[in-house]
């Protein structure tokens, strides 16, 4: 069965040099980037793909967590929450509870992708087991982005994760399927989504521009260069292959194209 409906929701507006989202390309000119999530509704349940920033992180990074992030301190200046809401807001406006939630895929554990997890207990955590692993113990420019207050709540003893090493199709019908696409991060994927309009992917940060996307200019700070290009690759190929239209995350224009909320693709 195909998804009924895919909603676009924003929660946050980053804004970066140029050169980081697009491998050094247009240094000191400024790339706003969205940092949006996105819910799906199935016949058979809900699933956001990635939870957003959190917006308590953003107000108080001093105190973000276990331990504090203090190092988000200069980067969260140039974050405007105000250009979102959390999700759980955006799920009220739509009339759900985050209890009504069956699974949240993680594209990857960054701080723009995993803030608000904590809202979401009840749900089914779909991750790359190489990203689970890598994201308690970053090293290199990646430890910036990994923050233990976004997902420290995954060690719970009740917590329902599920780490895969593959492809994993959340309801059986080939109608939401997560594929790895590393190189970002160790365990990113992206995900296809099958509409009755037709099939989209969410490419997540497998590239961070469309221009990106199409020249092969990923972001500077990619764990791997080489995985990068390869999972481009195959990403194009997939595209190709399911006739689908290609949605880059953190793309402006990318992302103008979805409708906002409440409307939806269909």
Excluded at 138 to 154: A, K, M, S, T, V
């Amino acid at each position: 069965m195909p998804v009924e409906r895919l909603y676009r929701l924003n929660t946050a507006t980053w804004t970066l040099d140029y050169s980081a989202a697009t491998q050094l390309q247009q240094p000191g000119e400024p790339f706003p980037g969205r940092c949006p999530c996105y819910l799906l509704e199935h016949p058979d349940g809900l699933v956001l793909f990635d939870t957003g920033v959190s917006h308590e992180m953003a107000a108080d990074p001093l105190s973000y967590g276990p331990n504090g992030a203090p190092h988000m301190a200069d980067f969260v200046e140039t974050l405007d929450t105000s250009a979102g809401k959390p999700p759980v807001e955006h799920l009220a406006d739509l009339g759900y509870e985050p209890s009504d939630v069956d699974t949240i895929v993680m594209s990857h554990l960054h701080t723009d992708h995993a803030g608000n997890l904590d809202s979401f207990p009840e749900a089914t955590i779909v991750v790359q087991k190489e990203e689970l692993r890598y994201a308690f113990w970053p090293d290199g420019p990646q430890r910036l982005f990994y923050l233990e207050g976004d997902f420290h709540d995954l060690r719970r003893l009740d917590a329902d994760v599920k780490a895969i090493t593959d492809e994993y199709d959340v309801f059986g019908d080939g109608s939401v399927v997560a594929f790895p696409t590393p190189g970002h991060s160790p365990g990113h994927q992206s995900l296809e989504v099958t509409l009755e309009s037709g099939t989209t992917i969410l490419a997540a940060d497998a590239a961070n521009s469309r221009v990106g996307y199409e020249q092969g200019l990923v972001a500077s700070f990619v764990w791997s260069l080489e995985d990068s290009m390869d999972s481009l690759t195959a990403l194009k190929d997939r595209a190709r292959t399911s006739d689908a239209d290609v949605i880059v995350h953190h793309d402006p224009e990318d992302q103008d194209r979805l409708p906002d909320p409440p409307n939806a693709l269909e």
